[in-house]
């Protein structure tokens, strides 16, 4: 099956779907002024406006990974990822504290989804 591609750039392309499995870039804000409720507010529109574009939705993620640069916002965090998650359709989640490329960045996650038939 061939391997489609959204948004390819010189480094990276936002979306590759195979298989019927959407996978995406990591996502970051924009702006990075924002406090870690804010960032993680606009990452997860952005993965809702590519996944859509990808014929996926958040029901059907398969795997999540979340990189934060302080663990110490972990519950600012998972406060905006709680009521933005499908509830009965929580996915796979690993949550790591790293040092992103950009230090204005406090949040990068990175999705695996099913394409809805």
């Given at each position: 099956?061939?391997?489609?591609?959204?948004?390819?750039?010189?480094?990276?392309?936002?979306?590759?779907?195979?298989?019927?499995?959407?996978?995406?870039?990591?996502?970051?804000?924009?702006?990075?002024n924002q406090?870690?409720?804010?960032?993680?507010?606009?990452?997860?529109?952005?993965?809702?406006?590519?996944?859509?574009?990808?014929?996926?939705?958040?029901?059907?993620?398969?795997?999540?990974?979340?990189?934060?640069?302080?663990?110490?916002?972990?519950?600012?965090?998972?406060?905006?990822?709680?009521?933005?998650?499908?509830?009965?359709?929580?996915?796979?989640?690993?949550?790591?504290?790293?040092?992103?490329?950009?230090?204005?960045?406090?949040?990068?996650?990175?999705?695996?989804?099913?394409?809805?038939?």
């Open positions: 099956m061939a391997v489609i591609r959204h948004h390819v750039g010189k480094r990276l392309s936002e979306i590759a779907v195979h298989n019927g499995t959407v996978y995406l870039a990591g996502q970051i804000a924009e702006d990075t406090d870690i409720g804010g960032q993680t507010r606009e990452v997860l529109g952005h993965v809702d406006r590519l996944l859509a574009e990808a014929n996926s939705d958040k029901s059907h993620l398969l795997s999540v990974q979340i990189f934060i640069a302080d663990m110490a916002q972990f519950g600012g965090m998972n406060a905006v990822w709680d009521e933005w998650v499908a509830q009965g359709a929580t996915p796979p989640r690993a949550t790591v504290e790293a040092k992103l490329a950009n230090p204005k960045c406090l949040v990068e996650i990175v999705v695996v989804a099913a394409q809805r038939n």
